[in-house]
C-alpha cells in the first residue's frame, strides 16, 4: 500500500508558507528585543538628564566660572563637555555625521551663560533621547576613535563618559560647597 502524497507544486507552496511565517516569527522576536532595549535606554537617559541638568541649575551662577586649578576643565567648561559629547557620541552611535553637529557643538564653546549653558546641556540630551529609537542593529560594528566597536559597546561607553564626567561637576560643586541633584530610580 503506497502513502498519499500531495503533489510537489503543493509541497513547495506550503514549505513557501511555512518559511515565511519563521521569518515572521523570528523577526518580531528580534524586533520585540530592540523595543525593549529601546525603552530601557529612554528611559535610563532620561533619568541620566534628570540628574545632570538638574545638578548644573543647582550650582549658582556665579560659579561657573570656577577653575579649582590651572589645566582642569573649569565648571562652566566640563558641563559644555558633556553637552558636545552627548552629541557627538549619539551621532556616531546611531550611523549619523559628525559634520552634522560641528556648528551646534561650535555654538556650544561660546555660551557664557548659566542658562544659555543649561538650556543647550537640555537640548543635547533630548538629541539623544530622540536618536535612540533610529538605532538599528545593536550589534553591528562602526569606527569609533579608530576602533571597531558594536552599537551596544557605543552605547555603554557614551554612557560610562557621562557617568565619569558627571562625578568631575559632582566634584566640582562639592569643592563650592554645593550639593548635587539627587538622582532617581534605575529600574523600570
Known amino acids: 500500500m503506497?502513502?498519499?502524497r500531495l503533489p510537489l507544486k503543493h509541497q513547495?507552496?506550503?514549505m513557501k508558507k511555512i518559511t515565511i511565517i519563521a521569518s515572521l516569527c523570528l523577526l518580531a522576536t528580534a524586533l520585540q528585543g530592540q523595543s525593549l532595549k529601546t525603552d530601557r535606554l529612554l528611559y535610563s537617559w532620561k533619568n541620566m538628564k534628570n540628574m545632570v541638568v538638574n545638578s548644573a541649575k543647582a550650582m549658582p551662577e556665579e560659579h561657573y566660572s570656577y577653575v579649582p586649578v590651572e589645566g582642569v576643565r573649569g565648571y562652566a567648561d566640563q558641563v559644555k563637555h558633556i553637552t558636545t559629547s552627548n552629541r557627538y557620541f549619539i551621532t556616531?552611535?546611531?550611523g549619523g555625521n559628525p559634520a552634522d553637529i560641528g556648528a551646534d557643538n561650535q555654538?556650544?564653546?561660546g555660551l557664557q551663560s548659566k542658562a544659555e549653558i543649561?538650556?543647550?546641556?537640555e537640548?543635547?540630551?533630548d538629541y539623544v533621547i530622540s536618536k535612540i529609537p533610529e538605532i538599528q542593529g545593536y550589534d553591528n560594528e562602526f569606527d569609533l576613535f579608530g576602533q571597531k566597536v558594536t552599537r551596544t559597546?557605543?552605547?555603554m561607553l557614551m554612557e560610562?563618559?557621562?557617568?565619569?564626567?558627571?562625578?568631575?561637576?559632582i566634584f566640582l560643586m562639592r569643592m563650592k560647597g554645593v550639593a548635587p541633584a539627587k538622582s532617581t530610580s534605575w529600574l523600570l
Do not use: C, P, Y
Open 123 to 125: 537640548q543635547s540630551f
Open 92 to 94: 556616531m552611535v546611531s
Open 118 to 121: 543649561i538650556a543647550d546641556l
Open 107 to 109: 555654538k556650544t564653546q
Open 12 to 14: 513547495n507552496l506550503i
Open 153 to 155: 559597546e557605543g552605547l
Open 2 to 4: 503506497q502513502a498519499w
Open 160 to 169: 560610562h563618559h557621562l557617568h565619569r564626567e558627571q562625578g568631575k561637576i
